[in-house]
Protein backbone atom coordinates (compact mmCIF):
# COMPACT_ATOMS: atom_id res chain seq x y z
CA UNK A 1 0.00 0.00 0.00
CA UNK A 2 1.98 3.39 -1.07
CA UNK A 3 1.70 6.05 1.29
CA UNK A 4 -0.80 9.19 -0.28
CA UNK A 5 0.51 11.39 2.73
CA UNK A 6 4.12 11.12 1.83
CA UNK A 7 6.05 13.18 -0.16
CA UNK A 8 6.66 11.76 -3.94
CA UNK A 9 8.88 12.99 -6.45
CA UNK A 10 9.13 11.71 -9.93
CA UNK A 11 10.17 13.31 -13.28
CA UNK A 12 10.58 12.36 -17.17
CA UNK A 13 13.97 11.64 -18.33
CA UNK A 14 14.94 11.93 -21.76
CA UNK A 15 17.63 14.42 -24.03
CA UNK A 16 16.16 16.57 -24.89
CA UNK A 17 13.34 17.04 -22.16
CA UNK A 18 11.75 20.38 -22.57
CA UNK A 19 9.14 19.96 -24.92
CA UNK A 20 7.76 16.68 -22.69
CA UNK A 21 4.17 17.21 -21.37
CA UNK A 22 4.17 14.64 -18.99
CA UNK A 23 4.75 16.91 -16.14
CA UNK A 24 1.57 19.20 -17.97
CA UNK A 25 -0.02 15.67 -16.82
CA UNK A 26 1.21 14.59 -13.58
CA UNK A 27 0.87 17.91 -11.87
CA UNK A 28 -2.12 18.00 -13.12
CA UNK A 29 -2.85 14.67 -11.06
CA UNK A 30 -1.37 16.05 -8.33
CA UNK A 31 -3.13 18.68 -7.68
CA UNK A 32 -6.21 17.16 -7.95
CA UNK A 33 -6.02 14.61 -5.66
CA UNK A 34 -4.25 17.10 -3.00
CA UNK A 35 -0.95 15.14 -3.16
CA UNK A 36 2.28 16.20 -1.37
CA UNK A 37 5.07 15.78 -4.28
CA UNK A 38 6.17 16.78 -7.45
CA UNK A 39 7.03 15.58 -11.16
CA UNK A 40 10.52 16.99 -12.73
CA UNK A 41 12.35 17.35 -15.81
CA UNK A 42 14.99 15.15 -16.00
CA UNK A 43 17.45 16.06 -18.61
CA UNK A 44 20.02 13.51 -19.19
CA UNK A 45 22.38 12.95 -21.71
CA UNK A 46 22.94 9.25 -23.33
CA UNK A 47 26.43 8.46 -21.46
CA UNK A 48 24.99 9.22 -17.75
CA UNK A 49 21.71 6.75 -18.20
CA UNK A 50 23.24 4.32 -15.96
CA UNK A 51 24.44 6.83 -13.29
CA UNK A 52 21.19 8.85 -13.26
CA UNK A 53 18.74 6.06 -13.08
CA UNK A 54 20.70 3.71 -10.06
CA UNK A 55 20.82 7.27 -8.29
CA UNK A 56 16.73 7.21 -8.20
CA UNK A 57 16.54 5.55 -5.25
CA UNK A 58 18.72 7.28 -3.31
CA UNK A 59 17.85 10.82 -4.45
CA UNK A 60 14.40 10.06 -2.82
CA UNK A 61 12.53 9.38 -6.38
CA UNK A 62 9.18 7.00 -6.49
CA UNK A 63 10.01 6.65 -10.10
CA UNK A 64 10.13 8.32 -13.70
CA UNK A 65 9.05 8.13 -17.49
CA UNK A 66 11.88 7.84 -19.98
CA UNK A 67 11.35 9.35 -23.66
CA UNK A 68 13.99 9.37 -26.10
CA UNK A 69 16.21 8.59 -26.68
CA UNK A 70 16.36 6.35 -23.23
CA UNK A 71 13.61 3.89 -23.48
CA UNK A 72 15.41 0.84 -25.14
CA UNK A 73 18.84 1.42 -23.42
CA UNK A 74 17.74 2.11 -19.80
CA UNK A 75 16.51 -1.53 -19.95
CA UNK A 76 20.17 -3.09 -19.31
CA UNK A 77 20.39 -0.62 -16.25
CA UNK A 78 17.44 -2.06 -14.48
CA UNK A 79 16.87 -4.97 -11.89
CA UNK A 80 13.53 -6.27 -13.40
CA UNK A 81 11.93 -5.40 -16.49
CA UNK A 82 8.19 -7.06 -17.19
CA UNK A 83 7.37 -9.51 -19.29
CA UNK A 84 5.04 -7.20 -21.06
CA UNK A 85 7.72 -4.43 -21.85
CA UNK A 86 10.21 -7.00 -22.77
CA UNK A 87 7.98 -8.25 -25.62
CA UNK A 88 7.37 -4.31 -26.78
CA UNK A 89 11.40 -4.36 -26.28
CA UNK A 90 11.39 -0.60 -24.33
CA UNK A 91 10.55 0.88 -20.98
CA UNK A 92 8.74 3.86 -20.27
CA UNK A 93 8.53 3.70 -16.76
CA UNK A 94 10.39 3.13 -13.92
CA UNK A 95 9.13 1.88 -10.36
CA UNK A 96 11.35 2.43 -7.56
CA UNK A 97 10.67 -0.69 -4.92
CA UNK A 98 9.98 -0.29 -1.62
CA UNK A 99 13.82 -2.42 -1.73
CA UNK A 100 15.76 0.29 -3.76
CA UNK A 101 15.52 -2.06 -6.83
CA UNK A 102 14.44 -0.84 -9.83
CA UNK A 103 11.04 -2.26 -12.04
CA UNK A 104 10.80 -1.48 -15.52
CA UNK A 105 7.48 -0.92 -17.17
CA UNK A 106 5.87 -0.33 -20.88
CA UNK A 107 2.59 1.61 -20.35
CA UNK A 108 2.42 2.70 -24.16
CA UNK A 109 0.14 -0.27 -25.18
CA UNK A 110 -2.39 0.25 -21.86
CA UNK A 111 -2.26 3.88 -22.96
CA UNK A 112 -3.18 2.90 -26.92
CA UNK A 113 -6.31 0.66 -25.70
CA UNK A 114 -7.54 2.51 -22.84
CA UNK A 115 -7.66 5.99 -25.16
CA UNK A 116 -9.53 3.98 -27.97
CA UNK A 117 -11.82 2.16 -25.66
CA UNK A 118 -12.94 5.87 -24.11
CA UNK A 119 -13.13 7.16 -27.22
CA UNK A 120 -14.96 4.88 -28.89
CA UNK A 121 -16.72 2.28 -26.51
CA UNK A 122 -18.82 0.99 -29.18
CA UNK A 123 -15.43 -0.58 -31.12
CA UNK A 124 -14.67 -4.16 -30.10
CA UNK A 125 -11.63 -5.71 -30.42
CA UNK A 126 -13.54 -9.38 -32.02
CA UNK A 127 -15.21 -7.64 -34.32
CA UNK A 128 -12.82 -7.73 -37.44
CA UNK A 129 -9.04 -7.32 -38.76
CA UNK A 130 -7.24 -4.26 -38.24
CA UNK A 131 -4.27 -2.59 -40.29
CA UNK A 132 -1.66 -0.92 -38.78
CA UNK A 133 0.90 0.89 -40.64
CA UNK A 134 4.28 1.38 -39.00
CA UNK A 135 6.40 -0.76 -37.60
CA UNK A 136 8.74 1.27 -35.24
CA UNK A 137 8.81 1.08 -31.46
CA UNK A 138 5.29 2.82 -31.49
CA UNK A 139 4.18 0.07 -33.29
CA UNK A 140 5.02 -2.68 -31.22
CA UNK A 141 2.88 -1.04 -28.39
CA UNK A 142 0.09 -1.16 -30.53
CA UNK A 143 0.50 -4.48 -31.91
CA UNK A 144 0.95 -5.61 -28.00
CA UNK A 145 -2.34 -3.88 -26.97
CA UNK A 146 -4.63 -5.01 -29.77
CA UNK A 147 -3.11 -8.67 -29.44
CA UNK A 148 -4.36 -8.53 -25.80
CA UNK A 149 -7.48 -7.26 -25.95
CA UNK A 150 -8.44 -10.27 -28.81
CA UNK A 151 -8.41 -8.58 -31.77
CA UNK A 152 -8.33 -11.84 -34.68
CA UNK A 153 -6.33 -10.56 -37.21
CA UNK A 154 -3.76 -7.78 -37.62
CA UNK A 155 -2.17 -6.67 -41.48
CA UNK A 156 1.36 -4.73 -40.71
CA UNK A 157 2.45 -2.78 -43.24
CA UNK A 158 5.23 -0.99 -43.18
CA UNK A 159 7.68 0.80 -45.86
CA UNK A 160 10.65 -1.43 -45.15
CA UNK A 161 8.94 -4.55 -45.65
CA UNK A 162 11.73 -6.40 -43.51
CA UNK A 163 10.73 -4.82 -40.23
CA UNK A 164 7.41 -5.95 -40.68
CA UNK A 165 8.39 -9.30 -41.18
CA UNK A 166 10.16 -9.47 -38.39
CA UNK A 167 7.95 -8.32 -36.16
CA UNK A 168 5.20 -10.27 -37.33
CA UNK A 169 7.34 -13.53 -36.82
CA UNK A 170 7.87 -11.82 -33.33
CA UNK A 171 4.32 -11.17 -32.79
CA UNK A 172 2.78 -14.73 -33.69
CA UNK A 173 0.38 -16.14 -36.34
CA UNK A 174 -2.40 -13.48 -35.56
CA UNK A 175 0.03 -10.68 -37.11
CA UNK A 176 0.31 -10.84 -40.56
CA UNK A 177 2.88 -8.61 -43.05
CA UNK A 178 1.54 -6.90 -45.78
CA UNK A 179 3.57 -5.50 -48.45
CA UNK A 180 3.90 -1.53 -48.75
CA UNK A 181 2.33 -1.82 -51.63
CA UNK A 182 -0.45 -3.45 -50.97
CA UNK A 183 -1.55 -1.12 -47.96
CA UNK A 184 -4.26 0.07 -49.82
CA UNK A 185 -6.32 -3.20 -50.07
CA UNK A 186 -5.30 -4.00 -46.58
CA UNK A 187 -8.13 -1.74 -45.66
CA UNK A 188 -10.60 -4.14 -46.71
CA UNK A 189 -13.29 -5.36 -43.87
CA UNK A 190 -11.16 -3.66 -41.54
CA UNK A 191 -12.54 -2.38 -38.16
CA UNK A 192 -9.86 -0.57 -37.25
CA UNK A 193 -6.75 1.36 -39.17
CA UNK A 194 -3.97 2.82 -36.74
CA UNK A 195 -1.38 5.13 -38.04
CA UNK A 196 2.10 4.21 -35.69
CA UNK A 197 4.21 6.29 -38.60
CA UNK A 198 5.45 9.99 -38.26
CA UNK A 199 3.75 10.63 -41.85
CA UNK A 200 1.43 13.37 -40.85
CA UNK A 201 3.23 14.52 -38.25
CA UNK A 202 4.16 18.42 -37.91
CA UNK A 203 7.25 19.19 -40.53
CA UNK A 204 6.56 15.55 -42.03
CA UNK A 205 4.50 14.56 -45.65
CA UNK A 206 1.09 13.34 -45.09
CA UNK A 207 0.65 9.28 -44.76
CA UNK A 208 0.85 8.29 -48.41
CA UNK A 209 -2.74 6.26 -48.42
CA UNK A 210 -5.88 5.73 -50.44
CA UNK A 211 -8.99 4.82 -47.66
CA UNK A 212 -11.75 3.53 -50.87
CA UNK A 213 -11.38 0.42 -49.33
CA UNK A 214 -11.60 0.98 -45.71
CA UNK A 215 -15.37 0.45 -44.47
CA UNK A 216 -17.71 3.05 -43.24
CA UNK A 217 -17.89 2.09 -39.92
CA UNK A 218 -14.31 1.24 -39.48
CA UNK A 219 -12.37 3.81 -36.85
CA UNK A 220 -9.10 5.18 -37.55
CA UNK A 221 -6.48 6.20 -35.59
CA UNK A 222 -3.21 8.56 -35.13
CA UNK A 223 -1.09 8.08 -32.68
CA UNK A 224 0.94 11.23 -33.79
CA UNK A 225 -0.71 14.52 -31.86
CA UNK A 226 1.15 17.29 -33.69
CA UNK A 227 -0.81 18.12 -35.05
CA UNK A 228 -4.25 16.58 -33.69
CA UNK A 229 -6.02 16.30 -36.72
CA UNK A 230 -3.31 14.82 -39.54
CA UNK A 231 -4.52 14.52 -43.07
CA UNK A 232 -5.00 10.92 -42.34
CA UNK A 233 -7.73 12.06 -39.92
CA UNK A 234 -9.17 14.53 -41.64
CA UNK A 235 -9.84 12.77 -44.63
CA UNK A 236 -11.12 9.55 -42.68
CA UNK A 237 -13.71 12.19 -41.52
CA UNK A 238 -14.62 13.70 -44.53
CA UNK A 239 -16.14 10.60 -45.86
CA UNK A 240 -17.74 9.83 -42.57
CA UNK A 241 -15.28 7.30 -40.59
CA UNK A 242 -15.16 8.13 -36.63
CA UNK A 243 -11.27 8.52 -35.70
CA UNK A 244 -8.81 9.22 -32.09
CA UNK A 245 -6.04 11.38 -32.54
CA UNK A 246 -2.80 10.36 -30.53
CA UNK A 247 -3.89 12.60 -27.15
CA UNK A 248 -5.67 10.35 -25.78
CA UNK A 249 -3.09 7.49 -25.91
CA UNK A 250 -0.53 10.35 -23.90
CA UNK A 251 -3.04 10.95 -21.46
CA UNK A 252 -3.77 7.67 -20.20
CA UNK A 253 -0.31 5.65 -20.65
CA UNK A 254 0.60 8.24 -17.32
CA UNK A 255 -2.30 6.94 -15.50
CA UNK A 256 -0.59 3.54 -14.20
CA UNK A 257 2.65 4.95 -13.55
CA UNK A 258 1.03 7.86 -11.35
CA UNK A 259 -0.95 5.07 -9.80
CA UNK A 260 2.10 2.95 -8.82
CA UNK A 261 4.00 6.40 -7.67
CA UNK A 262 1.71 8.02 -6.06
CA UNK A 263 -0.58 5.44 -4.86
CA UNK A 264 -3.94 7.07 -6.30
CA UNK A 265 -6.18 5.88 -9.58
CA UNK A 266 -6.14 9.02 -12.13
CA UNK A 267 -8.40 9.86 -14.61
CA UNK A 268 -8.08 11.45 -17.84
CA UNK A 269 -11.36 13.95 -17.24
CA UNK A 270 -12.66 17.12 -19.81
CA UNK A 271 -10.60 19.23 -17.40
CA UNK A 272 -7.12 17.84 -18.54
CA UNK A 273 -8.71 16.79 -21.70
CA UNK A 274 -8.66 20.65 -22.22
CA UNK A 275 -5.24 21.59 -20.31
CA UNK A 276 -3.35 19.05 -22.65
CA UNK A 277 -5.20 20.63 -25.82
CA UNK A 278 -4.44 24.13 -24.63
CA UNK A 279 -0.94 23.14 -24.50
CA UNK A 280 0.16 21.89 -28.03
P1 LIG B 1 10.11 5.05 -35.04
O1 LIG B 1 10.45 3.89 -34.19
O2 LIG B 1 11.18 5.94 -35.56
O3 LIG B 1 9.25 4.49 -36.31
C1 LIG B 1 8.91 5.34 -37.36
C2 LIG B 1 7.98 4.61 -38.34
O4 LIG B 1 7.59 5.54 -39.36
C3 LIG B 1 8.62 3.42 -39.05
O5 LIG B 1 7.65 2.42 -39.26
C4 LIG B 1 9.05 4.04 -40.39
O6 LIG B 1 9.14 3.13 -41.46
C5 LIG B 1 7.89 4.97 -40.64
N1 LIG B 1 8.24 6.02 -41.61
C6 LIG B 1 9.15 7.01 -41.47
N2 LIG B 1 9.22 7.75 -42.58
C7 LIG B 1 8.32 7.19 -43.48
C8 LIG B 1 7.92 7.51 -44.80
N3 LIG B 1 8.45 8.54 -45.48
N4 LIG B 1 6.97 6.75 -45.39
C9 LIG B 1 6.42 5.68 -44.73
N5 LIG B 1 6.76 5.34 -43.46
C10 LIG B 1 7.70 6.09 -42.85
O7 LIG B 1 9.09 6.04 -34.29
P2 LIG B 1 8.04 5.68 -33.13
O8 LIG B 1 8.68 5.88 -31.82
O9 LIG B 1 7.42 4.38 -33.45
O10 LIG B 1 6.98 6.87 -33.30
C11 LIG B 1 6.15 6.96 -34.44
C12 LIG B 1 5.10 8.05 -34.24
O11 LIG B 1 4.28 7.74 -33.12
C13 LIG B 1 5.68 9.44 -33.96
O12 LIG B 1 4.94 10.37 -34.69
C14 LIG B 1 5.45 9.64 -32.47
O13 LIG B 1 5.27 10.99 -32.12
C15 LIG B 1 4.15 8.87 -32.27
N6 LIG B 1 3.99 8.38 -30.88
C16 LIG B 1 2.87 8.79 -30.18
C17 LIG B 1 2.68 8.35 -28.88
C18 LIG B 1 1.47 8.81 -28.10
O14 LIG B 1 1.44 8.67 -26.87
N7 LIG B 1 0.45 9.34 -28.75
C19 LIG B 1 3.60 7.45 -28.29
C20 LIG B 1 4.71 7.04 -29.04
C21 LIG B 1 4.90 7.52 -30.34
P3 LIG B 1 10.57 2.46 -41.85
O15 LIG B 1 10.71 1.28 -40.95
O16 LIG B 1 10.41 2.10 -43.28
O17 LIG B 1 11.62 3.50 -41.64
Redesign the pocket.
Known amino acids: MTDTSAYKLAGVMGWPVAHSRSPLIHKHWIAEHGLRGDYVLLPVEPSKLQTAVRALPALGFSGCNLTIPHKVEVMQWLDVVEPAACRIGAVNTIVVQTDGSLLGRNT?AF?FIASLHQEHPRWRADSGPVCVI??????RAVLAALLDSGVPEIRLC???AG?AQDMAQAFGPRVQAVSWEDRHEALHGVSLLVN????G?YGQ?PL?IQLDALPKEAVVSD???VPLDTPLLAAAKARGNATSH??G??LH?ARPAFEAWFGVQPEVTPDLWQKALSSL
Not at 134 to 139: I, K, L, N, P, R
Not at 196 to 199: A, M, R
Open positions: DGGAGGAANRSKTTNQMADIIYGLMLQ
